[in-house]
């Protein structure tokens, strides 16, 4: 095309669209629907100057006002004065006009360097990015949200996180950004740099999408409740989405409303929905299962199990400490290591097999027959219990220990008293942003625990209920009902929520239980207990293969179930006791929730097997 043809098509461009722009300004539309026709005549304007050297229609000479004046008058003027005065009218109103031109000249110029943005749907600006597949690395400086506050005021940031809500107020729009526990509120308001295109991008933008955002950090003079990150706010520069997310299944709001009144404690679960009292929407215990992922989203749930990490780690820590190994056992095993019918059973090729209800036989292996003496472990328990209570699931992480002893077993009740005492302290004083955040919608007491723990015995528990006019005989095991009364009878009576009970009756405790040297109806065996609920049961166990045998044969255990096992002790073993310790059982009561299922990422009870 030559020269004067390109010179032609601005020239018809710049016309047809000062025709549609004149319509719509006529049909009064909306100024959005036509400023992108006149952000384009603009920069078609600035081509043709660079290409013709002069602006668009050309320098148009002043125009002198004709004015009728007294022919008399005229005559009498000074014509000398009076040509002066008109040659300075019209150096001032040419002065005038290449002030417009220079202005619109520098419009023209910016329409065009966002027309060129614009020729890739702004992408610079705003828009979804390309996936992110590990095709190269840029200089991009990334800032966690957690990270921003008043030490970076006036600096440019980018962040990455949620879109956690967005709203529209005049020609602006409010979201907050959040990531993991953290959010800061990020705002847009259309203006000389902020099209209106990147405000309608971001409240279009569906809620719970990854998003990338730049731009300056400023801080405010009045804290915002809405974010974490009270004392700043991000002023958007460029916008993008990572991953868009698709409409929700419930609102984000609705499922971190605080509780209107506590769930039972005790007792069936069944799943059903219950509506709240309060009239406000909330999202049932299994919609939050069905989508787990978005639950998980929440701060409380973010602080549950970041709490639930950290008494994995301070578990750790205080057994690495007292010269504990840690072991890793197999969860396939031959026999049911507790003896019973609650096991989960599988073919193991040409043999039976069956799910660990408990690393029990081959941590007793490690520590009293291998030489390790102190070990521990973390790892899954299966349970084929078909027990639908807001307390009981079939797999759940276990954290077990196990030891050996030169006199009693009351050198391993020491060591679990300061273990626990060791792991609450641990928590009140590392895990107090996420403590807070399930309290803020889970309200609950702070755990109360003695120093040194409480201790009773199992016929004292029995009587300390009886003397509350609740029926329960020595020799009886404890109902789950009875365990809640003498927990609130121990935290009016003792002022803690934290005990243990020892010398249980043998015949509910399994078979390799060290029977109690004065009372062979009694055992060297003990549960501890928070808030009324057990989360520990361990004992004494029995080191002589002969006395081995023989309570297993007494609990219908073939014994060629456990040969191995039994074997193991034929060779030398030290005296020895632990216990098995719940982990999402003590996360649930150290926070006073209702149901297991909220301390479990992807429960497995009766009628679960997914996510």
Known sequence: MGKAAAIDEITSGIERLGLEIKEAKTAKLPKDQWNPKLMEMLALKVTYKEMTGKDFGGAAAPVEKKVKQDPSKLEAKDPVKAAKKAAEKAAKEEKKRLNRLEREEAQAKKAAKALAANSGDMSAMFGDRPLVNSLMMTDTVWTKVDALDQSLDEQKVTVRGYLSTSRVVGKGVFAVIRSSMSTVQAIAFEGKTTPAALVKYITDCTKESIVDVSGVIRKVDDKIASATQSDVELQIETFHTVTKAVPLPFQMEDATRPDCEKEAEVGAYTGEEVESKDGQVRVGQEMRLNFRWLDMRTPANQGIFRVMSMVGCLFREDLMKKNFVEIHTPKLIEGAAEGGSDVFKLKYFEKEACL??????????????????????????????????????????????????????????????????????????????????????????????????????????????????????????????????????????????????????????????????????????????????EILSGAQRIHDPELLAKKATEKGIPLSTIQSYLDSFKHGAMPHGGGGIGLERVIMLFLNLPNIRKTSAFPRDPKRLSP
Not at 382 to 389: D, G, H, P, Q, V
Not at 412 to 432: A, H, P, Q, T, W
Request: proline share 6%.
């Open 356 to 533: 660990a209800m408990s690393p029990q036989l081959h941590k007793q292996i490690c520590c009293a027959c291998s030489g390790f003496e102190r070990v521990f472990e973390t790892g899954p328990v299966f349970r084929a219990e078909n027990s639908n209570t807001r307390r009981h699931l079939c797999e759940f992480t276990g954290m077990d220990l196990e030891m050996t002893i030169n006199e009693h077993y009351y050198e391993i009740l020491d060591v679990f008293s300061d273990l626990f005492i060791g792991i609450f302290d641990g928590l009140n004083e590392r895990c107090k942003t996420e403590i807070e955040a399930v309290r803020q919608q889970h309200p609950f007491e702070d755990l109360r625990y003695c120093r040194p723990t409480l201790k009773l015995s199992y016929q004292e528990g029995c009587q300390l209920l009886r003397d509350a006019g609740i029926p329960q005989g020595d020799n009886e095991d404890l109902s789950t009902e009875n365990e809640k009364k003498l927990g609130d009878i121990v935290a009016d009576k003792y002022k803690t929520d934290f005990f243990f009970m020892d010398k249980y009756p043998l015949w509910i405790r399994p078979f390799y239980t060290m029977p109690d040297p004065n009372n062979p109806a009694l055992s060297n065996s003990y549960d501890f207990f928070i808030r009324g609920q």
